[in-house]
């Protein structure tokens, strides 16, 4: 920590989209929300031996109960288990939109990021979490499930379901949040990092949704890390705006997406001030570097670049 603070002094004082596609058709966004039927009467269901609470009900309003046997049968019995497994793998989304955040903060619920917020948190689980045991040891085995009602953070998660994600998915955050509250953002994901270890560990792309800039948002950065530096508190990277970023040690690339519609994009002022804001955040990684241990202490490239929707960006 005092290598980094010493750091931050210095620089306070210096085809496959198709193919994605055509396989999306194929298989479907179908299968992670179905609804699997209730066995018959006459035939009797897997023994059960514990509980999970991993699904959203069908009304949406609580969580539902899902059985999970010690000994559960077999589907295709006679398919090799390599097959089966394919099978199985075939009922995962290719790549979703995670957010990392515990809320978003848009009271607008057009907004781009707010529907994919909403949207994550009321979609279904892979169905293969609930077939079988062969079929759940394998949907484990591919994500990362955290239940954020137990995460020990001083600010809560309203929602019931819980973050499943792959290494592939689209990791996300709102640059607002880093903006306006970068502490309580730093809270929640410090506590995701206590909670889970090895997960945020593992990510090494991040996207910063709805990027914009102002004139003066260089020198609210520089006044920040500036009083940072002199009242460093317990954690001086909990104050630091962009404090988030270094609790990813893997991190490889950060992409700025801009919001929709807007003109900073293409005016040439707004270019120049976006410049600013990439030049800042660049030195500020630079200077930061030894701590991305998990990537070689090099610092993440950063990419600023237009609104792009959320299926755009799953799809490159």
């Known amino acids: 920590m005092r290598v980094l603070l010493r750091c931050l002094t210095t620089t306070t004082s210096t085809g496959k989209m198709n193919s994605r596609s055509s396989r999306r058709e194929l298989y479907g966004r179908r299968l992670p929300s179905i609804r699997l039927p209730a066995l018959p009467s006459n035939v009797p269901a897997p023994q059960s031996t514990s509980t999970a609470v991993l699904l959203v009900s069908e009304d949406g309003q609580a969580p539902a109960a899902i059985q999970v046997g010690a000994t ?58 609930f077939v079988n045991q062969e079929s759940r040891g394998h949907a484990v085995s591919k ?71 102002q004139m003066f948002f260089v020198g609210v ?10 009242n460093p508190g317990a ?46 955040i660049v030195k500020f990684l630079e200077k930061c570097k030894n701590m991305f241990t998990l990537n070689g202490k090099e610092a993440p490239t950063v990419t600023f670049r237009p609104f792009k929707t959320f299926q755009q960006v799953i799809d490159e």
């Open 221 to 230: 950065l520089t006044g920040n890390m500036r009083e940072c530096l002199l």
């Open 235 to 280: 954690d001086p990277l909990q104050k630091m705006m962009l404090g988030s970023f270094l609790l990813f040690p893997a991190l490889k690339e950060i992409t700025f997406t801009g919001k929709r519609g807007d003109m900073d994009w293409v005016t040439g002022l707004g270019r120049l001030q976006l410049e600013q804001l990439k030049a800042w």
């Open 72 to 129: 559960t049968f077999t589907s295709f019995p006679s398919m090799p288990l390599e097959l089966r497994l394919k099978v199985w793998g075939y009922t995962f989304e290719e790549r979703e939109a995670v957010c990392l955040e515990h809320k978003v903060y848009k009271s607008d619920v057009n907004d781009d990021s707010t529907k994919a917020f909403i949207l994550e948190n009321n979609k279904y689980l892979p169905a293969a979490l």
């Open 143 to 213: 994500h990362t499930i955290v239940f954020r009602s137990q995460i020990a953070a001083p600010v809560k998660f309203d929602g019931l379901r819980p973050i499943c994600a792959k290494t592939s998915d689209v990791f996300w955050v709102e640059f607002i949040t880093i903006m306006n509250t970068h502490e309580e953002l730093y809270e929640w994901l410090s506590a995701l990092k206590t909670h889970k270890p090895g997960f945020l560990d593992k990510i090494t792309r991040l996207e910063v949704r709805g990027t914009f800039t």
